[in-house]
């Protein structure tokens, strides 16, 4: 279930400075994707204000992921954007086409599933859902970027406060 790592999952890849940029922007749309659903899940779970917080921060590298609510939010907005199979497991195909729904072309989306399957599978062993997708998404968060294509959260929030 730990899905999340979609959400967080799913954010970017590049080679010239333009791709770099794309991916950037397109994981910048995904991250403001999830936290749409943000506060349906945090109503559903009872969650504190610090999710946001926490939320806020994930791009940021040195920021530690410590809190297993953040988990939990994940879970539930992965849920909520079909990004998890019957399973418990990441949906592929509609993480994909999430992807590609947010400006990904065909390889940035492939880029963006594949390293959250890595990143499934290394925490696979997790038995506490909430927990597993804690990890997939510090390790998503790692992997985004080692590609340069972490989205600048200040961008991303200003974006979700106008739309509300």
């Known amino acids: 279930m730990a899905r999340l790592s979609i959400l967080v999952a799913l954010v970017v890849l590049g080679v010239n400075i333009s791709e770099i940029d794309s991916s950037e922007e397109v994981m910048k749309d995904l991250t403001s994707g999830f936290i749409k659903v943000l506060e349906e899940c945090k109503k559903e779970l009872n969650l504190s204000e610090s999710i946001i917080n926490d939320l806020y ?32 497991k990441i949906h592929h195909g509609n993480a994909e086409d999430l992807a590609k729904k947010h400006g990904a072309d065909s390889e940035v989306a492939a ?45 991303v929030i200003t974006e979700v406060l106008t739309e509300v």
């Open 111 to 155: 880029k963006l599933v594949a390293i959250l399957h890595e990143c499934e599978k290394t925490h696979d062993a997790i038995e506490d859902q909430c927990m597993k997708a804690l990890e997939i998404a510090k390790c998503f968060r790692t992997n985004i970027h080692k590609l340069n294509w972490a989205p600048k959260m200040d961008v």
């Open 57 to 88: 921060n994930y791009w940021k590298e040195d920021y530690s992921l410590l809190n297993r609510d953040v988990g939990c939010a994940i879970v539930c907005m992965s849920k909520k954007l079909e990004l998890i199979d019957t399973s418990g």
